[in-house]
């Protein structure tokens, strides 16, 4: 029972984790850039929303203010950096976000300091609060709220995506920007949009994060990898983050439970685990390409 229990926990987590992650697999799906200053900014999300409750206002009052703050941010964000980044190739914006990156913390850290903080105080109860449902399994109310807004937030943007004309306008951009912009759709504001919503989601897994535990202005880089790894084991799409979240977060819980307390878990258990069921997924990716660029899977598999 005690391993059902670490399953849930896993998928609670991965809730967290799809949020997180939601907002770098847009904007690599729409651009084709991986945000290195993707953690960072979630981070800068959570500092915030903390500027906010130590004003006096709630934690959750305050999403209506650092969200739209940090969507706006996303379009300055593109217009001022990404934009002139991609005229230059690709591994410019690769360099441009990894320094905004270190910018960020460092100007957190000039700010508030390293002392680690949280919204602890400001949810009260709910930060601790649970449904017993055996006398083994217990299940966490904040995780249950995470896990179901990180799925309205994926079905949100499923919508957006599918449903609007700027979401139409989005995903046919992705496809070739060029004949996209032939039929009249204006480019500029669509990568504006998508750095937008990626920003305002990145906001969204801090604000959580930091219900969930402390976060300090160096929190944002394992957060990126937490976040890239999610991307990557989903497959690179939208709902693809709730699935590789979830297999990142039960390959965490469950690797905490399988070691023993001892040097063997800093290797394996808990972080170290979902970074090697990443690595093995990432392996088997590569393979797979290899392979289909051989002359197809079956074709070589029939050779052997």
């Not at 650092?66 to 593109?78: E, I, K």
């Not at 970074?275 to 029939?302: C, K, N, P, Q, S």
Request: charged share 10%; net charge neutral; proline share 1%.
């Amino acid at each position: 029972m005690n391993w059902l229990d670490q399953v849930i926990q896993g998928i609670l987590l991965g809730g967290y984790y799809a949020i997180l992650a939601s907002g770098l697999a847009l904007l690599f799906g729409v651009m084709r850039v991986i945000n290195l200053a993707h953690g960072d900014l979630a981070i800068l999300g959570a500092f915030l929303a903390l500027v906010l409750t130590d004003h006096g206002v709630d934690v959750w009052v305050s999403l209506a203010v650092v969200l739209p703050v940090m969507a706006a941010g996303g379009g300055l964000l593109y217009l001022g950096v990404l934009e002139r980044s991609l005229r230059s190739g690709v591994l410019v914006p690769l360099l441009s976000t990894f320094g905004l990156a270190i910018v960020i913390e460092n100007l957190l850290f000039e700010k508030f300091g390293a002392d680690q903080r949280s919204f602890f105080s400001s949810i009260g109860t709910l930060a601790y609060s649970s449904w017993q449902v055996t006398s083994q399994i217990t299940i966490g109310k904040l995780d249950v709220i995470i896990l179901c807004t990180a799925i309205g937030v994926l079905g949100g943007l499923q919508i957006f995506l599918s449903r609007t004309s700027l979401g139409r306008a989005m995903r046919a951009t992705a496809e070739d920007p060029d004949t996209a912009e032939l039929v009249g759709v204006n480019s500029r504001a669509v990568y504006a949009m998508a750095t937008a919503l990626a920003l305002a989601t990145a906001a969204l897994a801090g604000v959580f994060l930091g219900m969930r535990q402390t976060f300090d202005p160096y929190a944002g880089q394992a957060q990126l990898i937490f976040a890239f790894e999610a991307v990557v084991i989903g497959g690179m799409t939208l709902w693809g983050t709730l699935v590789g979240g979830i297999v990142l977060g039960i390959a965490q819980t469950v690797g905490n439970q399988m070691v023993a307390e001892g040097w063997l878990k800093d290797v394996w258990g808990g972080a170290g685990a979902g970074h090697v069921v990443f690595l093995v997924v990432l392996a088997g990716r590569l393979i797979y390409g290899a392979l289909e660029e051989r002359g197809g899977v079956r074709t070589v598999l029939g050779r052997a």
